[in-house]
């Protein structure tokens, strides 16, 4: 596989598609489960398709443009798993295929072929939600863009032009679908300070690019008097301490250690061969810049599923392509990597849906599992108090209290006034049929707000209300 990739040819760009869905297709049709991001995602989406307005009666801290996403895949196909995780092989390809088209273009290796794609396809495979259409996904492919900018600037023999103003759009517009993204602003300053000879001027017009997206988003929510629950919802959300599973540490690490290690190896292959320039030496060290800066990324998030290392795949990709690439030989070579290959391929679906005896269940805390209730209940307008919202998987989410974190400062706060306003303008607005409190706030809340405590009745079940008829 590796031999027939290190061809540069058109038929290449169907063979890596075709490669991408070998890796990807077994997985389409609803057989992975649902994740709590993920239906987080779909809720977000289908409230927006329903009428209600972004971070004002939505309480989300997914990014703007990751929502407006995922409010045109609900107007197209509704909450559809397989619709979701389709676009997101689309979106893989695409990737695997432009970071080729970059490497080949920039002439970032000594020969041009597709095993480029091929390393980032494999890669993209390391964990089975890297089949999501997470934010960060979304975002990777405008920082690549982002790259070939930077690439073509350093290549470009008459000096810097005016084109550093896309390369901070480009993150600018990253950091609307994925809010850690931001940091890449970072790495792009770095390397025109490191690696050309861009002027004052140049780095302020990068820092433009970068600020102009988020601005036009600002001023879109201040336009609908909604821009102190823009703040609050998307903006403050990065600032906020992270807690970390730690079965999450483990599913990440096991899908990582072995494509660092060899992305590591090849790192040093790279840096030791001789034939390299001092354009394509550079080129290694903004993607060494990369990863770091992606380390970054990576704390800011709200979790460390091995999804969220998806940012880390363009860098990873470029130095574990090096290692191949100057592995002398080619029996050796190819049966390293058809070894990786098939490895990582098991590892995928092991970790999904365990093939051999029980195996590990990655992600085993993020997994879907809805509490039973009576089938009466199914189809809702639900409020789920909590961290986790797996009934929602059974319901339609209702108020605007859709994430825990950002809920709470009212749900828990009822005796402060300004809570006790929202809570009763929320419930009106968009009254639930079912309240499913896990965290024990109804009790508190009915008791500072008598008019919706003769709304509903206490049920036989454990923490859940039902609206009377």
């Known amino acids: 596989m590796l031999t027939f990739f290190r061809f540069n040819t058109l038929f290449h760009i169907l063979s890596l598609l075709l490669l991408v869905f070998l890796l990807k297709a077994p997985f389409l049709g609803e057989k992975l489960p649902i994740l709590l991001p993920e239906l987080e995602w779909m809720l977000v989406g289908e409230k927006i398709h329903a009428g209600n307005f972004l971070y004002k009666e939505v309480w989300t801290n997914v990014g703007p443009l990751s929502a407006f996403i995922y409010w045109l895949i609900d107007i197209s196909f509704g909450r559809s798993q397989a619709a979701y995780e389709f676009i997101a092989i689309l979106i893989t390809y695409f990737q695997a295929l432009y970071f080729t088209f970059t490497c080949n273009t920039r002439q970032t290796y000594l ?3 597709y095993a ?4 980032y396809a494999l890669l993209m495979s390391l964990s089975f939600d890297m089949t999501k259409l997470s934010p960060v996904l979304l975002a990777t492919t405008f920082l690549l863009f982002a790259f070939n900018k930077i690439v073509k600037q350093m290549e470009r023999r008459e000096g810097v032009s005016d084109e550093v103003f896309e390369i901070g759009l480009y993150i600018g517009i990253a950091v609307l679908f994925h809010q850690p993204s931001m940091v890449f602003i970072l790495w792009s300053t770095a ?4 690696f050309t000879n861009a002027n004052l001027r140049q780095h302020f017009l990068a820092l433009l690019g970068f600020t ?4 036009l988003v600002t001023l879109y929510f201040y336009f609908n008097n909604s821009l102190d629950e823009f703040k609050y919802n998307w903006f ?7 807690q970390y599973s730690l079965e999450d540490f483990k ?3 096991l899908a990582i250690t072995v494509p660092v290690i060899v992305a590591v190896l090849g790192f040093f292959r790279l840096t030791q061969a001789s034939r390299y320039n001092s354009y394509q030496q550079r080129t290694q060290q903004i993607m060494l810049i990369w990863a770091i800066v992606a380390l970054l990324a990576l704390f800011l998030s709200s979790n460390v599923a091995p999804m969220q290392f998806i940012i880390f795949v363009p860098c990873l990709a470029f130095f574990f392509t090096g290692f191949f690439l100057h592995f002398r030989g080619t029996f050796i070579p190819e049966l390293v990597f058809m070894l990786l290959f098939a490895g990582i391929a098991f590892m995928q679906f092991q970790g999904a849906t365990p093939v051999l005896g029980k195996g590990f269940e990655q992600l085993s805390d993020m997994r879907i599992r809805p509490r039973e209730l009576p089938k009466l209940m199914h189809g809702q307008k639900m409020l789920v108090i909590g961290e986790r919202i797996d009934e929602y998987k059974l319901g339609k989410s209702a108020t605007c209290y859709l994430n825990w974190d950002l809920s709470k400062i009212d749900l828990e706060n009822p005796d402060n006034y300004e809570s006790i306003i929202n809570i009763f303008d929320n419930f009106k607005k968009d009254p639930p049929t079912l309240i499913i409190d896990k965290q024990n706030v109804i009790p508190k809340i009915f008791k500072r707000i008598p008019a919706l405590a003769v709304d509903y009745n206490t049920t036989t079940l454990k923490g859940i209300y039902q609206r009377k008829n």
């Open 251 to 253: 599913s990440a690490l």
């Open 116 to 119: 480029p794609g091929l390393c």
């Open 212 to 215: 102009i997206p988020i601005f």
């Open 191 to 194: 390397c025109l300070i490191f």
């Open 111 to 113: 020969e041009k072929n």
């Open 236 to 242: 403050n959300g990065i600032f906020r301490i992270k």
